[in-house]
């Protein structure tokens, strides 16, 4: 119940994350493609379907870590972050500080 009123709790994100992955089809029926760097703590992969895509990045570390985005991949915008307002994106490199998640379209 405390956590119900605090914008940043973990339960406020986790129903945001569930309000994300019913709006969006391709997190839920989309293909699936792994993006991971073999040599990175950041785990990452694509969910895609005919309405679009959406690219998940994962800091499984506790270093803050890049990564750096396939040649294939264009990020739109970023959707929703653990993090609020902390992750960055230039146009090839992701900046993920430690147990950071993102996603983007």
């Known amino acids: 119940q405390a956590e119900s009123g605090e914008q940043e709790s973990?339960?406020?994100?986790?129903?945001?994350m569930i309000r994300l992955r019913k709006s969006?089809?391709?997190?839920?029926?989309?293909?699936?493609?792994?993006?991971?760097?073999?040599?990175?703590?950041?785990?990452?992969?694509v969910r895609a379907d005919a309405s679009g895509h959406a690219v998940v990045v994962l800091n499984f570390s506790n270093e803050p870590a890049s990564f750096r985005l396939p040649p294939d991949i264009v990020l739109k915008r970023e959707i929703i972050s653990n993090v609020p307002g902390k992750g960055t994106a230039s146009t090839r490199t992701i900046s993920l500080l430690p147990w950071q998640s993102l996603i983007f379209e």
Do not use: H, M, N
């Open 10 to 16: 973990v339960l406020v994100f986790y129903r945001k």
């Open 24 to 45: 969006k089809s391709a997190l839920i029926f989309g293909s699936y493609r792994d993006i991971s760097d073999e040599r990175s703590r950041v785990y990452a992969y």
